[in-house]
């Protein structure tokens, strides 16, 4: 069983940043898959960027060169810094182990 706990959403203005966190309560984060996805009102969950089965990166192509995802294994966390923010990726954000454990979302709302 692994528990996730997301954290970083807020309100930031077109062009800011945030940076994401999600806890793990597994000391193995060396976890892949692992991830982010989104959910805007009245849209489907979308990938916004994982750690693959290979341990490589993968992003939606509208997050490209704006997010990155990271992790640091002693922290049991993975983070996902966004740039250059914009409407459009205002959403519930998750995160997700093995697409089986799913944290509660935080919320990121982007003004124009």
């Known amino acids: 069983q692994v528990q996730l706990v997301e954290s970083g959403g807020g309100l930031v203005q077109a062009g800011g940043s945030l940076r994401l966190s999600c806890a793990a309560s597994?000391?193995?984060?060396?976890?892949?898959?692992m991830g982010w996805y989104r959910q805007a009102p009245g849209k489907q969950r979308e990938l916004v960027a994982t750690?693959?089965?290979?341990?490589?990166?993968n992003y939606a192509d509208s997050v490209k060169g704006r997010f990155t995802i990271s992790r640091d294994n002693a922290k049991n966390t993975v983070y996902l810094q966004m740039n250059s923010l914009k409407p459009e990726d205002t959403a519930v954000y998750y995160c997700?182990?093995?697409?089986?454990?799913w944290g509660q979302g935080t919320q990121v709302t982007v003004s124009s």
């Open positions: 997700h182990a093995m697409f089986i454990y």
């Open positions: 750690f693959t089965s290979a341990g490589s990166t």
């Open positions: 597994t000391s193995n984060l060396n976890i892949n898959p």
